[in-house]
Nanobody, 123 residues
Framework: VQLQASGGGLVQPGGSLRLSCAAS????????MAWFRQAPGKEREFVAS????????QYADSVKGRFAISRDSAGTGAVLQMNSLKPEDTAVYYC?????????????????WGPGTLVTVSS
């Protein structure tokens, strides 16, 4: 069972990127999926989460109104649409599947992680 994130790259401030998280080995349609990020020298932080059926979608305050999480067309993975990007959004972005109870924003409740994709926002 694996998660693989893709879509990162270099973008200018104000630009957009779309990250995709593909699941292989099983479907995560019945699991909460989330995106986290880790900037150089900082701890990993929550970005967005989407529970089963998108009945509860949550965002970090720093990305509200700019980022949107959704499930992919097959419902097995997740997508993160990032608009109005800022230099402070620069980080390695990770997708994760929740495997334990508790908060959808706590990385300790996510037991399956992809290897991450680098997003660099710079002019």
């Amino acid at each position: 069972v694996q998660l693989q994130a893709s879509g990162g790259g270099l973008v200018q401030p104000g630009g957009s990127l779309r990250l995709s998280c593909a699941a292989s080995g099983r479907s995560f349609a019945d699991s909460t999926m989330a995106w986290f990020r880790q900037a150089p020298g900082k701890e990993r932080e929550f970005v967005a989460s989407d529970n089963t059926g998108s009945t509860l979608v949550q965002y970090a305050d720093s990305v509200k109104g700019r980022f949107a999480i959704s499930r992919d067309s097959a419902g097995t993975g997740a997508v993160l649409q990032m608009n109005s990007l800022k230099p402070e959004d620069t980080a390695v972005y990770y997708c994760a599947a929740k495997t334990r109870g508790g908060s959808d924003t706590d990385p300790r409740n996510f037991g399956l992680w992809g290897p991450g994709t680098l997003v660099t926002v710079s002019s």
